[in-house]
């Protein structure tokens, strides 16, 4: 599970700014402390906010540490307020990640059937939203990964294919070949 201990990662304030859409309360604060909704600003000063927000912050925050020890001081890599800005090469990234390697089998038999279990309770919890299932984490990559196979490919926002063939020319390779999803009936 990649996640930010934030209530959601800076790339996606990144997506949310370049597609000029504002952003959800409780992403992230203004100069002054107070939540905004505006993406350019959000991502310009980048004071997120912790998992949890404003009622359970420091649920998050205490949990941002603990990742923080493991994944960057644990391997002498650059740390909290050192970590170069998110865009910017002023300093060499220095960036570090933690794993962690258990075997649930030498604390008791019968894991896999456990987890199996939990997971299927998660999945069948009323959610919030009918239109929107609960999911585990791994769902939301499993899902992408059938939506891709199911496209031929991997699907990029115009955005992004854009300022990746910039990139391309202006450091002189080939750039990434794309194709056009064809349409589906309805939508035509």
Request: aromatic content about 6%; proline content about 7%; hydrophobic content about 40%.
């Amino acid at each position: 599970m990649d996640m930010a201990t934030s209530n959601v990662a800076v790339g996606k304030i990144e997506v949310h700014m370049k597609k000029k859409l504002p952003i959800p309360l409780g992403w992230a604060v203004d100069e002054t402390g107070k939540s905004t909704t505006n993406a350019s600003e959000a991502f310009k000063i980048q004071r997120l906010m912790p998992m949890g927000g404003v009622l359970a912050g420091e649920k998050g925050y205490g949990l941002a540490i603990l990742v923080e020890i493991l994944s960057s001081m644990l391997a002498d890599s650059l740390y909290g307020p050192h970590i170069r800005k998110w865009m910017t090469n002023d300093i060499p990234a220095n960036l570090s990640q933690g794993f962690g390697c258990v075997n649930p089998e030498c604390f008791a038999p019968g894991f896999q059937e456990r987890l199996k279990a939990l997971m299927d309770c998660m999945r069948n919890l009323e959610p919030m939203d009918p239109k929107s299932p609960v999911q585990v984490p791994g769902d939301f990559e499993r899902n992408n990964m059938k939506k891709a196979d199911s496209l031929g490919g991997v699907p990029y926002d115009t955005v992004l294919m854009d300022k990746m063939r910039a990139l391309a020319e202006k450091i002189g390779v080939e750039p990434m070949k794309a194709f056009e999803s064809p349409k589906k009936e309805k939508d035509k």
